[in-house]
T-cell receptor
């Protein structure tokens, strides 16, 4: 399978704990995006990278959230001191800089108890 | 403000019937336009996209969409719905000329009656 992969697919944590999600983009794609989707809503943009540089961050990305893409390949999204409001599906997408189409992974569903 | 409106939250159609899902957008200039489909608990699959040229675009699974600049609309259609089309459909817009984030509508859930 050469699509976008995400790990884990599901995560249950207690309020106040830290969690980290991983995204592996399609291998030749140099752009990588993170979105958050809550129940009954469309995905909302969080941040994106071109290679290892983080080029844009949404206001939704509070200081408890941090994303990295250290070698321009996979990316991690960490949430510190999780809150119940962080419960959502976290989606990763990737694209080629020369093309305008984003391809999405299966998502990581987070539940904060 | 940039936004995407999908006015129908939930639509039910009979198998074999035709389908039209509505999408209107508000954007500073003509954006790139996309339709994605999401099955329960899954990520999003691209159905089709419009960048330029012919305003009627064909996608996968027999879907098509028509861009109407005057109405700021990009409605999705399928002439004959199959039970496997039951899913949630999202319209999205993105900026031209540079890669940026997509703005999504809230989605339309499609149910198919046998």
């Amino acid at each position: 399978d050469t699509g976008v992969s995400q790990d884990p697919r599901h995560k249950i944590t207690k309020r106040g704990q830290n969690v980290t999600f991983r995204c592996d983009p399609i291998s030749e794609h140099n752009r990588l995006y993170w979105y958050r989707q809550t129940l009954g809503q469309g995905p909302e943009f969080l941040t994106y990278f071109q290679n290892e540089a983080q080029l844009e961050k949404s206001r939704l990305l509070s200081d408890r959230f941090s994303a990295e893409r250290p070698k321009g390949s996979f990316s991690t999204l960490e949430i510190q001191r999780t809150e119940q409001g962080d419960s959502a599906m976290y989606l990763c997408a990737s694209s080629l800089a020369s093309l305008e189409t984003q391809y999405f992974g299966p998502g990581t569903r987070l539940l904060v108890l | 403000a940039q936004s995407v409106t999908q006015p129908d939250i939930h639509i039910t159609v009979s198998e074999g019937a035709s389908l039209e899902l509505r999408c209107n957008y508000s954007y500073g200039a003509t954006p790139y336009l996309f339709w994605y489909v999401q099955s329960p608990g899954q990520g999003l699959q691209l159905l089709l996209k419009y960048f330029s040229g012919d305003t009627l675009v064909q996608g996968i699974k027999g879907f098509e969409a028509e861009f109407k600049r005057s109405q700021s609309s990009f409605n999705l259609r399928k002439p004959s719905v199959h039970w496997s089309d039951a899913a949630e459909y999202f319209c999205a817009v993105g900026p031209r000329g540079s890669q940026g984030n997509l703005i999504f509508g809230k989605g339309t859930k499609l149910s198919v009656k046998p």
